[in-house]
Nanobody
Framework: QVQLVESGGGLVQAGGSLRLSCVVS????????MGWYRQAPGKQRELVAT????????NYADSVKGRFTISRGNAKNTVSLQMNGLKPEDTAVYYC?????????????????WGQGTQVTVSA
């Protein structure tokens, strides 16, 4: 059973920094990537950053490039998001994501696991 537990959200002034962390419990053998998504009130959930399991290749939303950095821990079952230069528009609930490949009757399919979410609030 795969479970994701996030930590590190909070309230910070504009220009400040926060670090989010996520720990994945369960097997990571078929995990393809980990990432962070966010959802602001009244908006759809959007990608913030992802990192692949095999090559640690990263991908960022344009709105966070140069300010946020995603990384994996040495144990490979943790992912962090270092957020610098925070802006009020970064305010949202941030969700940790782990994407796996599973097999159903021999056919592979991708499945997303999600954390419970952690609130990040940036005051002006």
């Amino acid at each position: 059973q795969v479970q994701l537990v996030e930590s590190g959200g909070g309230l910070v002034q504009a220009g400040g920094s926060l670090r989010l962390s996520c720990v994945v419990s369960g097997s990571i053998l078929t995990m393809n990537a980990m990432g962070w998504y966010r959802q602001a009130p009244g908006k759809q959930r959007e990608l913030v950053a992802t990192i692949t399991s095999r090559s640690d290749s990263t991908n960022y939303a344009d709105s966070v490039k140069g300010r946020f950095t995603i990384s994996r821990g040495n144990a490979k079952n943790t992912v962090s998001l270092q957020m610098n230069g925070l802006k009020p528009e970064d305010t949202a609930v941030y969700y940790c994501n782990a994407r796996y490949t599973h097999l159903l009757y021999g056919a592979p399919y991708e499945y997303d696991y999600w954390g419970q979410g952690t609130q990040v609030t940036v005051s002006a």
